[in-house]
């Protein structure tokens, strides 16, 4: 545990991890608090369904109110990234930005492209298990759709809190995006390029297995984007695994040597 990082409800882990972005872990899933100057939220990823709690005692612990929440941003549409998306857009009538490509899924949370059988993975890949476990038990077999998303366009400054810039990195899902906020430091990579892989247990930065990602090779392609962010000191704040404070260019060759799996 970071020593800025503090245990909430239901084990989720609470940090700020740049000025005024904290990540909220819960069952091995990150997502993200973006605030701005007038105290204004977005919500980068909404986790599984029993991260519902975990962001009520994490806005709360921030000084927030519900109300504050301004926006929700999916990097993509998979089940662990959209678990609470349709309770908050109810229940806060805020909008939901989501790549149209991934619209369908949003709509049908267990219906996505991946490369290679899942079923084969836990037995391969022991380390994985009490990953997937906890993910399972934090609802991700229970995932209601999002059938109604704003459409999020490349390459533009988003009209939200903290004013995200829309990287669209397709291969995990073909409608993948990272946002990139050059003010903050930092790169929300959601699953484009992570440092753990839920899938395999293994830590480093990463593309994710076959087992989740649509088309790996174009997953390999689009981290030329994300090093296109780097600054030297941008600070790479992946879906799944701790945040990356080496440089962005070097996380990527990593990845990129590791390659598909
Ligand atoms: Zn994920």
Redesign the pocket.
Known sequence: MSPRASRIAGGALLSEVADGVHRLEHAC?NLYVVADDDGRLLIVDTGLPAAWEPLGHALRALGHRPSDVAAVVLT?A?F??IGTASRIRSRLAVPVWLHPADAAVAAHPYCYSHESARAMYPLRYPASLRILAAMVSAGALRVRGVPDTQPLGPETELPVPGRPRVILTPGHTYGHCALHLPDRGVVLS??AL?TLD?YTGSRGAQI?AGA?TADSAQALASLDRLAACDTGTTVLLP??GDPWSGSLTAAVEQARARGAH
């Open positions: 899933v993509h998979h662990d990234h959601g699953d992570v839920p994710i989740a879906g799944h």
